[in-house]
């Protein structure tokens, strides 16, 4: 096994916060998450850092002495739920002047002027790419007399990968390791690239090192994540290399990744998924849109046609691959007609998932010069009839799944019986199973029995 280059309880009592009292408590952080992977991925890092700091955790906003939001800002909606955690924030505040107050993640990158500037209370204000400075920030606003300005700190800096940070495991057979930040592709809807800034890969070593060290706490299952790990490239590897060596760990069972963007996905890629038995059979490829002059305008470089060639030889590198996408509709001057695209992509795909939104405008994008003309009840009516289509494919493919011989890896007890089993096919379909003395990480071989909802009631076999 390689050796971890930083595991944080070995740091020196120096880096400790002066905030840490005799008894070695710290303050105590309460930390809430909106958003992607991403976001709660790095919420994990940020854990990581304030616990080497000293600072503790604590599960009730009330009981803490600092609380933290990571936002989100993909949709309307997700900025509004943001601002509105802001709005309960002043309360707290109200309650106990002496408690810090941060935002940070997306929103606090793309409208940090604005919420220092409407919300006095609010102490400290961190981009994604500043969390390393945190742990000062609090200190110095721990000390600040009342009525001191918010502190900001949101450069988007290039090198920023948190490489050198063991991000706080949860437990659980499952962990998200990030591999990728940013992202260059400014499709013309999106903010991310804004809130995110440019597209960087970590070292493979680290992110090895990493995997090994969840290993050791008893992870099994690996999600690679990124906004776009099909464009992963350090020192000559690319993102299929970063798979099989992934895969190749001793102790990782599974390994996944999200999100693939269409135009990265290479033969070499599909080659090594079809032939690692620990790589999933699963692929996310959000489409966006069936038709091609929205996907013009959208800023997605591939046609519909050379979509479906990818999807068709995904499908004969990787026998019984899962599908699912993004898509967006409702964007600006899509016609009926151009919708109905769409609707016979998704037809003729027939994914086994496909997450679907209604078109919201962002801010600092390109779209958002672009009038946002479809109607709300046109945008919701599209929306429901690809979430029905969604629902009656999904369950057909599902069915066609009851009586295969397959495998689950053992994620934890049924939430709704203790005595079965939860986990997941390697297509990532959700089963459960009678318990029988395996325990969680297990790896079992099972025959899907019947379906109830969009759950596998399983048998064990052996
Ligand atoms: N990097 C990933 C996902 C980014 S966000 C990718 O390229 O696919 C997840 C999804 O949110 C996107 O795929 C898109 O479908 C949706 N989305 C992004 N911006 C949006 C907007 N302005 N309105 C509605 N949906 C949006
Ligand atoms: Fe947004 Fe497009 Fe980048 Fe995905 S690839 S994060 S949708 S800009
Ligand atoms: Fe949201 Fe930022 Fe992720 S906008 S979807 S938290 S990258």
Known sequence: MHELVTLQANLPEAARSPLVDSDGNGPRVYMRTYGCQMNVSDSQTIESMLADSGY??????????VVLVNTCMIRESAEVRALGQLANLSSLKKGNPGRVIGIMGCVAQAKRKEILDSHPYVDIVVGPDSYRRLPLLLEERFISPPGTPGLLETTLMREELYDDIVPRHHGGVTAFVTIIRGCDKFCSFCVVPRTRGRERSRPLPSILREIEHLVSQGVRDIMLLGQNVDSYRWQGRDFADCLLAVAELPGVVRVRYMTSHPTDISDKLLQVMGSHEKICPYLHLP???????????????????RYLDIISRARRYVPGLALSTDIIVGFPTESEHEFEDTVRL??????????????????LTKAAKLTDDIPEAVKVA?????????????REQNEKQVGKLTEILIEGPAPKDDMMWSGRTPDFRPVVVPRNGECIGDLIKVRLDALVGFTFVASRQH
Do not use: H, W
């Open 382 to 394: 599209r929306l429901e009839r690809l979430i029905d289509l969604q629902q009656r494919i999904a």
């Open 287 to 305: 489409v966006q849109s069936g038709n091609n002059r929205i996907l013009s305008e959208m800023n997605r470089p591939y046609t519909r046609e």
């Open 56 to 65: 503790r955790f604590c599960d009730s906003p009330e009981d803490a002495d």
């Open 346 to 363: 998704m037809e003729e795909v027939r994914y086994d998932t496909a997450f679907t939104f209604k078109y919201s405008e962002r801010p």
